[in-house]
């Protein structure tokens, strides 16, 4: 009886030693589960502090890309205007905040970078931008990760010539080369003439045009009211083929490019003088038209009045975004 009182004494204090070292694991193991859920938690809050920062960022950096790219548009750009680009994309990257604070002299461990590349008649001029900025962290720090590095780079671009040109843009007027005195004679009954109404586009609401492949049809009427509520605008017309001798221009066009023009004077419905100065930032997709039929003077007007487009690039994708 004795032996059997033992026996069970013996299996149950078994039996509790056996619960005791149960629980005291499964006590670790939840220890180290809630440590591990706080780690993970934490790391977590700083992970989405590190997302918002970075949105900031690269919005800094996207802003100083566009503005640096914007004093490249020039076929040849100068070490001066070079200098004013990367200027330009600091001012404009010292104009942002990041997590309330600014990125320039901030005293904080912020880096930018700006680098340009601007070669004579090699398009797109770039201005590419790079952000890095120490960010600290708030629960990570307790693990070892006091702060990591954020970083943004944005490549802005700047295209001479556009393939096509966007809606709602330019004024039914058709540029030629021979229109360089400023004053454009319109009539295509009298000689000389250097410029012309397109016929086929209804006031500024032209379609979107290829340029090079779009055909146009010229000589139509202009509307002087709206010619003379326009003097002191600068706006952009089309470049059109000129006439091979003094006489009219040629009734079936092609878009060869666009030009800025301000308008001076309208000295009636076929007359008017304005400022040649091209150049200007359009819509538009980029890249030079495939122009076989029009002559060398016509391209060369067309090369140097062309307009700009100022566009976000993918590096990793070399397109325009």
Known sequence: ???????????????????????????????ALIFA?????????????????????????????????????TPAPSQFQQKKARGWALEMVGRNTSDNQPLIDDGQTVAVSVDVNARPMKFPHTCEVTITRQMPTIFARFVGFPSFPISARALGGAYAGLRTVSPNQLMPIGISSK???????????????????????????????????????????????MMSSLVGCTFFCPVVKASNDDGPMPKKQEILGTTRVTLKKVKGPSDIEVQISGGGILRGRPGFPNLPTASSDDLQFALNMQSWRILLIDKDAAEPR
């Open 37 to 73: 859920l706080l780690v993970l938690g934490s790391i977590a809050v700083d992970f989405v502090h590190g997302f918002h920062i970075r949105k900031q960022l690269q919005v800094a950096a996207d802003s100083g890309a566009l503005a640096g790219a914007y004093m490249l548009t």
């Open 179 to 225: 229109a360089a005195s400023g004053i454009l004679q319109l009539d295509p009954n009298k000689p000389k003439q250097n410029a012309t109404w397109i016929s086929n586009w209804n006031g500024m609401g032209n379609p979107s045009l290829d340029v090079g492949n779009s055909p146009l049809d010229v000589n139509g009427t202009g509307d002087v009211a």
């Open 1 to 31: 009886m004795r032996m059997t009182n033992r026996f069970v004494i013996k299996l149950l204090k078994k039996d509790i030693y056996v619960r005791n070292e149960k629980g005291a694991l499964s006590s670790l193991f939840l220890v």
